[in-house]
């Protein structure tokens, strides 16, 4: 990577820290400038890690003999297959997290409803499982 990337992809982050703390100051006081300045954080950040993903992964990787072994393409599907996988994990473990604790206080006041309960944190373990099945399905077709 070269010098003047990695400057620039510096004075990006930086200003995706900047910008959004200067919105925040200058905007009026109420609720509203929270998610101003939330909107513009997201903006910023995801727009430099795309940037990002594209210097680094655009290009081929050579091989000693030559050969080329990576493209873009291989590069944002392994990128793909670890969202796939990390993203359904976090989204299962906010629906197990309400859902088991709401099984729990239900369970202490009527404990028949056991294996009612267990179903509706099973189908919200479930979503991790798909989102595996999916990144396994995505890194077979690399």
Known sequence: MSLLLKVVIIAALLLSIIIPF???LLGEKNKGRFKKSLGINVFFFFGTVICVSVAMFGGQAYAA??????????????LAAALATGLSCIG????????????????????SI??????????????ALYGLIVSIMILGKL
């Open 22 to 24: 200067g919105a925040f």
């Open 65 to 78: 003999d030559g050969a080329a072994v990576a493209s873009t393409a291989s590069g944002l599907g392994y």
């Open 92 to 111: 299962a473990g906010i629906a197990v997290a309400s859902s088991a604790s709401a099984a729990l206080g239900a369970i202490s006041e009527d404990s």
């Open 114 to 127: 056991l294996g009612k309960s267990l179903i509706f944190v099973a189908l919200a373990e479930g979503v």
